[in-house]
């Protein structure tokens, strides 16, 4: 058997040396800046504690959500040159500009920059660098005049007076301790301000630094990371105050910016040969895709909370790549499984052999060399020992050992089931393979290389299937098996336990449903385990086999068929071909890094990804070999920030209010997501608490439209995700008011209620009032028309008449005629007029003459009736004057000796009849009926008075004229 | 009064080769001191100071007892005896150097920050003072308007009389200096 095995060792372990070194690269993303900003600088940048990112510009101060930059005015601050930005405690943010002038804003959610005003003045030189201390001091650095500290009361100077190395501070960071750090071309400073006295340490080459000019300065943990002209960078520890030079061999040029997220592990910007990466104490250049030409100026570093690096790029570009995700392009085409060997040896299994490559701390890809030519190599697998397993498809399992000798080959002919090999895992002695039949396992002596004996197992002795995916072992050495329809077994103590159906909670409850396929077991840091599976998603399962968690597509998983399932250390990482998955257990949160990472369109194979202990992840396509690291990061899913509200119908004008009148109740309120990781996939839901509808809506827009608001209390809510399951998401409100308009105020409406009760009563009494005139005047007219009658039929009159008429008849028959004539006329008219209520003035004066007439048969000359002479116009009540003529005659006396004269004259608007009292000897019984009915009939259709007299012996009435124009 | 003296002698030694100094020629000192009950302000026409155009130093110094003008001799009195207490710290001082680089001998007006220690008390304060100078035909005009903060200087005030003294009190500085 040995002896086979030397044999086939000599025939197939031809190695081939491969050429090359494959350098690691990042992926890197340029962000496209406005049109405004195109050729402006960019000085520096700063992620506030909401997530957006600030940029200082030579053309003012920007802030940027992912989606688009804004600048943010301040009147005279709108266009300065911004040279530094810092969020205090409280949240104002406050900025440096090239002048030395300072400004702030409020809080994040301020719209405009303010001018900092002081007893002291501002500063007169650039602003190199703002940043607070412990005890709440504001530090401002200039680059000319030292450093000044802000107390909140009083502005204090430190500069060479003071004993600052130089006035030119380059940079300035925020002490572990108290006070701050600065950087200068004679070395280092550490100030503090306490008990009203400045403490200044200086650190320079005396004191063991490499070089004094200091362009860079980080802090990380108790290091003070610096980054010198022509040295490299080292740190000094502020407990013990040891210096530590890194780089002893630094090709770098000077440093420009720094930033180290671990104690030995960050990167260096330069100022004219790129970036580089520090890691363990090695330097090395990053090189990038899309390429950048590896001579930029690198001025400044930020690693935001999602765990993404932005650089300022020649001063004039912005890019961001994630330092989680490293590839190498490999070049060797299609690999079907890979293997990570301690910290600097991979394998690549291809149908063609398998290719061993080494990493250096570069860290680049060393391809070294070939080995088992034509071997179909599909899965591989290392013991304690560092023996490599070679797991092929049809010629069994070859058993590297350290010096990548073969020490043994199994195919069916040494016992195996079946020569094709899927997975391949360790048991304390034992080796399990899982082959297209079955499973076997194989006691080895790695040390001595001795096959002791080949077990297997198939559907007969109790496995599920014959078709096991993957053979995996956890913690506590169970055994556990993927298999092909099944669901998962484990093997405890030779028996296997089947999990071939998992309890899920459904829409309608708990359902216990087939697992199906596994492709592939993990475990995590808890000793939970994870299965990928066809149809169910990815299902945690706790110790007991329980299910503790499934994510799937209403978990937001976009993923289809995953390839690679493995824990880098506290998430748990899925890789399919469209990208990658992180699943972040302690937030529930998943993030999907796609093209952002330069993942796309992957050929991936099953096994082509290290699903096993290691530094972080590593995965294979057919182009390049990714390595996943987890890079701290404080936030794993977007964050909603409202950024504005403007109301529509008024000009747009942004308000920093939430009560809004009436009629101001068209509003936009725009919002973003800060997910700088794949800003393009930010989707949102939103919802308005007051409003009829307060559903979720979802869109991808960044606007939210509001008409046509009734007053009441709103609340706008905001959530805002990237795989579209806001179920885990946070969310974020406004919560404004429209206020009623006036009309709806109580005060309003009890007085219109008021000013109605009172409207409606007077409207009443009126109408009451002109009923009671209309039925009094019916009356009257009545009463007058009836005395009317009565006086003109009063037997007196006729008697008279007759006797007149019967006196006439003798003397002169034709006037006796005429006489009737006139006296029937007369009454005609008394008949014809009774009823109507005005005659004009010339109709009365013909029945005056008419009446006159007759009572001239009888009086003679004895009765003057005097008419003045007057244009008739106006309008009176019938019977009116006629009646006045017939009173002065009743009560009169006329005679021979006494003639009577009746006037008839007009005054202004009234028309009169007197006549000079002559007291009868017979006294007619007067009823005073005659002229009451006159002044009664008046009243109604007249304001004007009947004026009686008696004056002088004359009696006059005079009666207004109705209707004169 | 004694150790103003000293510091202009002190200066006159420290710079031998310098023939142009700014010598204050008339200058006024007034505070005030804006209280709810009661505003006090009173005034030193006896200021002196000296700036030194090349290395842009400057001195200032005004007798404590040299303050008039106060609303009643009692005020006055308590001014002099139980806060400035112009036995034990006659003079207040004010010298150092001013922080933006201007040239003091072309003509024109300059906004300047001089960084100097006022001690004032017997208290020594760093401050940063910000002036206005005018330089016209030889003559420079300084002026200024800063504050004190009592507390900064040790002054306390009785509780008695908390309402009549402003914890900041205005001080404005106009001063005119020849080259000598």
Redesign the interface.
């Known amino acids: 058997m040995t002896a086979i095995v030397r044999h086939i060792s000599i025939l197939w372990l031809i190695t081939t040396i491969l050429p090359g070194q494959i350098l690691a690269q990042y992926h890197v993303n340029e962000i496209q800046l406005p049109e405004n900003l195109a050729g402006e600088r960019i000085h520096c940048q700063f992620e506030a504690s909401n997530g957006i990112m600030y940029f200082g510009t030579s053309e003012g101060l920007y802030r940027y959500d992912g989606w688009r930059f804004e600048r943010i005015p301040g009147d005279q601050l709108t266009s300065q040159d911004v040279t530094s930005i810092y969020e205090a405690e409280d949240h104002s943010i406050w900025i440096g500009t090239g002048s030395g002038a300072i400004g702030l804003m409020d809080g994040l959610d301020a719209v405009a920059l303010k001018p900092w005003e002081i007893e002291e003045g501002h500063p007169g030189a650039r602003i190199s660098g703002i940043c607070q201390d412990q005890q709440g001091i504001l530090w401002i650095a200039t680059y000319g005049e030292g450093v000044y500290a802000w107390t909140g009361h009083r502005l204090y100077n430190f500069n060479q007076d003071d004993g600052l190395p130089a006035n030119e501070i380059y940079r300035m960071v925020r002490a572990p301790d108290n006070g701050v750090w600065i950087s200068t071309d004679l070395g280092l400073a550490h100030c503090s301000f306490s008990v009203n006295k400045k403490w200044i340490r200086t650190v320079s080459t005396a004191l063991g630094l490499p070089d004094n000019i200091i362009p860079a300065l980080h802090v990380h943990g108790d290091r003070i990371w610096y980054g010198t002209f022509d040295q490299g960078v080292g740190w000094i520890d502020v407990q013990s105050n040891r210096i530590e030079h890194v780089t002893n061999q630094w090709t770098g040029g000077s440093a420009s910016s720094l930033l180290f997220w671990e104690k030995d592990h960050g990167f260096v910007g330069t100022a004219t040969q790129g970036l580089w990466e520090m890691q363990r104490g090695v330097a090395s250049k990053v090189h990038f895709t899309p390429g950048l030409s590896g001579k930029e100026a690198i001025t400044h570093l930020v690693l935001d909370q999602e765990g993404m690096m932005w650089m300022i790029v020649n001063e004039q570009y912005i890019y961001t790549f994630l330092p989680s995700i490293q590839h190498w392009d490999h070049g060797l085409g299609e690999v079907q499984s890979m293997l990570y060997l301690s910290s600097d040896s991979i394998c690549l299994g291809k149908s063609d052999g398998l290719t061993l490559a080494h990493l250096d701390h570069g860290p680049r890809l060393n391809l070294l060399r070939k080995a088992l030519p034509g071997a179909n190599v599909i899965s591989l697998y290392h013991d304690a020992h560092r023996n490599i397993y070679a797991g092929t498809f049809g010629q069994g399992v070859y058993v590297l050992d350290s010096r990548f000798n073969l020490i043994a080959h199994w195919d069916e002919r040494s016992g195996l089931l079946n020569g094709s090999i899927l997975s391949i895992t360790s048991q304390s002695d034992y080796i399990w393979l899982a082959t297209l039949a079955g499973i076997s396992r194989i006691r080895f002596n790695p040390r001595s290389a001795q096959t002791v004996e080949i077990t297997n197992y198939t559907k007969a002795d109790g496995l599920p299937s014959n078709y096991i995916y993957q053979v995996f072992t956890d913690h506590r050495q169970r055994l556990w098996l993927a298999t092909d329809g099944a669901g998962v077994s484990v093997m405890e103590q030779d028996t296997f336990l089947h999990f071939p159906t998992v309890t899920l909670a459904g829409p309608d409850g708990a359902d216990t449903l087939p697992i199906g396929n596994v492709y592939s077991i993990t475990e995590d840091g808890n000793g939970r385990l994870w299965m990928n599976t066809a149809s169910h998603g990815v299902i945690g399962l706790d110790s007991d086999g329980r299910v503790f968690e499934q994510i799937d597509r209403t978990k937001g998983l976009r993923l289809q068929e995953i390839s690679t399932l493995a824990w880098s250390g506290t998430h748990l990482i899925m890789v399919d071909r469209d990208g990658m998955e992180v699943f972040h257990p302690k937030t529930e949160s998943l993030t999907y890094l796609g093209e952002t990472a330069g993942l796309k369109d992957l050929v991936l194979n099953l096994n082509a990804g290290w699903n096993g202990p290691g530094d972080g992840v590593w995965f294979v396509s057919n182009q390049s070999l990714f390595h996943y690291q987890e890079i701290p990061a404080s936030r794993f899913q977007p964050i909603p920030v409202i950024k504005d509200v403007r109301i529509i119908n008024e000009d747009l004008e942004q308000v920093s209010t939430n009560q809004f009148r009436y009629n101001q109740n068209h509003l936009r309120i725009s919002y973003a997501g800060i997910w700088n990781t794949q800003p393009q996939n930010i989707l949102f839901a939103y919802r308005i608490l007051g409003s009829n509808d307060t559903t979720w809506r979802r869109t991808r827009d960044h606007q939210a439209f509001l008409w046509n608001l009734d007053p009441g209390t709103y609340e706008f809510q905001i959530k805002a995700s990237v795989h579209g399951d806001f179920a885990s998401c946070p969310q974020t409100g406004y919560a404004f008011v429209i206020n009623n308009p006036y009309w709806f105020t109580w005060w309003f409406i009890a007085v219109l209620a008021a000013m109605t009760f009172a409207l409606l009563y007077l409207f009443v009494k009126w109408r009451e009032r002109v009923v009671n005139q209309r039925s009094m005047m019916e009356k009257q007219q009545v009463e007058a028309e009836l005395a009317t009658i009565k006086n003109q039929i009063n037997p007196h009159f006729l008697f008279n008449s007759f006797n007149t008429l019967a006196a006439t008849i003798e003397e002169n028959r034709e006037e006796a005629i005429e006489y009737v004539e006139h006296l029937a006329d007369f009454y005609r008219k008394i008949l014809l007029y009774g009823e109507i209520q005005k005659i004009s003035l010339s109709e009365e004066l013909s029945i005056v003459d008419e009446y006159c007439s007759i009572l001239k048969y009888r009086y003679g000359d004895h009765l003057i009736i005097n008419k003045k002479q007057f244009l008739p116009v106006g309008m009176v009540v019938p019977m009116t004057l006629q009646r006045l003529v017939e009173n002065a005659i009743k009560h009169n006396e006329i005679s021979r000796q006494k003639p009577l004269t009746i006037t008839i004259y007009l005054r202004e608007d009234y028309i009169g009849v007197s006549n000079p009292v002559q007291v009868k000897w017979t006294r007619e019984a007067s009823t005073g009926f005659g002229l009451e009915s006159i002044r009664k009939q008046y009243r109604f259709l007249t304001s004007r008075q009947v004026h009686v007299r008696e004056d002088k012996g004359l009696f006059t009435v005079e009666i207004p004229i109705l209707n004169k124009e | 009064m004694a150790y103003w003296m000293v510091t202009l002698l002190v200066w006159a030694f420290m710079f031998p080769g310098q023939s142009t100094r700014y010598v204050l020629s008339k200058g006024t000192i007034f505070f005030r001191s804006d209280a709810p009950l009661e505003i006090i302000e009173a005034q030193s026409e006896q200021l002196q100071g000296v700036i030194d155009p090349a290395t842009l130093s400057f001195a200032f110094s005004v007798r404590n007892s040299s303050f008039h003008g106060f609303n009643n001799p009692l005020q006055q009195e308590h001014f002099y005896e139980n806060y400035m207490e112009t036995d034990h710290y006659p003079t207040t001082t004010f010298s150092g150097?001013i922080?933006?680089p201007v040239d003091l001998t072309k003509e024109g007006d300059y906004?300047v920050?001089a960084?100097g220690i006022l001690e004032l008390h017997g208290i020594k304060?760093?401050?940063?003072?910000?002036s206005k100078l005018t330089l016209k035909s030889g003559h420079l005009v300084a002026s200024s308007q800063?504050?004190i903060?009592l507390q900064?200087h040790n002054i306390s005030i009785p509780r008695i009389v908390y309402q009549k003294i402003a914890e900041q009190i205005q001080v404005t500085v106009e001063a005119e200096f020849t080259l000598e």
């Open positions: 150097k922080l933006d906004i920050r960084k304060q760093e401050r940063i003072i910000k800063f504050t903060t900064d």
